[in-house]
C-alpha cells in the first residue's frame, strides 16, 4: 500500500522557518517526481515545488528565493524547507508522487493527507 506522510508543520511567526517532510512508502520513489502543493481555505490547490528523480527542480512563484525541496532517495524522504514566511503561506501542505507534468495537481498519482501550516503576523 503506497503511503505518503507529511510532518512539520506547525504555528509559527512571521519570519520564521520550518521543515516539512514527506516519508514515501509501499514502492520504489527513486525515479519519481515528488512535489509539494498547497490549499488555503477557499483557494484552489496551488504548487509551491517539484523535484525530479535527477534533482531538478522547479518552484511556484510563491516559493522561489523562499522555499527549498530536496529529496534523500535512501530514505525514501522528500523534504521542503522554508524560510521568511509570511501570513500568506498559512495552508494545508500536501506531499504527491510521479508525475509526468510537475506544476500540475490533478496529474500526481499519489498524495499525502497534508500538514497545517500557521504563520502568524
Known amino acids: 500500500q503506497v503511503q505518503l506522510v507529511e510532518s512539520g508543520g506547525g504555528l509559527v511567526q512571521a519570519g520564521g522557518s520550518l521543515r516539512l517532510s514527506c516519508a514515501a512508502s509501499g514502492r520504489t520513489f527513486r525515479w519519481d517526481t515528488m512535489g509539494w502543493f498547497r490549499q488555503a481555505p477557499g483557494k484552489e490547490r496551488e504548487f509551491v515545488a517539484a523535484?525530479?528523480?535527477?534533482?531538478?527542480?522547479d518552484y511556484g512563484d510563491s516559493a522561489t528565493g523562499r522555499f527549498t525541496i530536496a529529496r534523500d532517495n535512501a530514505k525514501n524522504t522528500v523534504y521542503l524547507q522554508m524560510n521568511s514566511l509570511k501570513p500568506d503561506d498559512t495552508a494545508v501542505y500536501y506531499c504527491?508522487?510521479?508525475?509526468?507534468?510537475?506544476?500540475?495537481?490533478?496529474?500526481?498519482?499519489?498524495w499525502g493527507q497534508g500538514t497545517q501550516v500557521t504563520v502568524s503576523s
Open positions: 504527491a508522487a510521479e508525475s509526468p507534468y510537475p506544476t500540475v495537481a490533478t496529474r500526481y498519482r499519489d
Open positions: 523535484i525530479m528523480w535527477n534533482g531538478r527542480t
